[in-house]
């Protein structure tokens, strides 16, 4: 079973930065690949970014691409999303989760699914 817990979260104006950390319970095949996800009220959920662990290949969804990046401290079992040039659209609860499959966590399915922290980014 592996625990995920999310932290940096915040409120914060329109072109301002946040670090989001997500630390995992154990770092195994089970998280073997790791992403970040949001959701807001009304809409489904969004796939943001993806990790492979194993030699760190990154994976953007669309809306974020240029602007956030994913990354990993192996050591901590640690996953990190930096955000950069925040956008109101980009308020919502952002998840960390973890899997086996990178092709799942993709199309938005994963193993494991941590609490969520909440991004409010204002105009």
């Known amino acids: 079973q592996v625990q995920l817990a999310e932290s940096g979260g915040g409120s914060v104006q329109a072109g301002g930065s946040l670090r989001l950390s997500c630390v995992t319970s154990?770092?195994?095949?089970?998280?073997?690949?790791m992403g970040w996800f949001r959701q807001t009220p009304g809409k489904e959920r969004e796939w943001v970014a993806a990790?492979?662990?194993?030699?760190?290949?990154?994976y953007y969804g669309n809306s974020v691409k240029g602007r956030f990046t994913i990354s990993q401290d192996i050591a901590k079992n640690t996953v990190y999303l930096q955000m950069n040039s925040l956008e109101p659209e980009d308020t919502a609860v952002y998840y960390c989760?973890?899997?086996?499959?990178?092709?799942?966590?993709?199309?938005?399915?994963?193993?494991?699914w941590g609490q969520g922290t909440e991004v409010n980014v204002s105009s």
């Open positions: 154990e770092y195994t095949a089970i998280s073997a690949c």
């Open positions: 990790i492979y662990r194993h030699g760190g290949s990154r």
């Open positions: 989760a973890a899997g086996v499959s990178l092709a799942r966590l993709l199309n938005g399915d994963a193993d494991y």
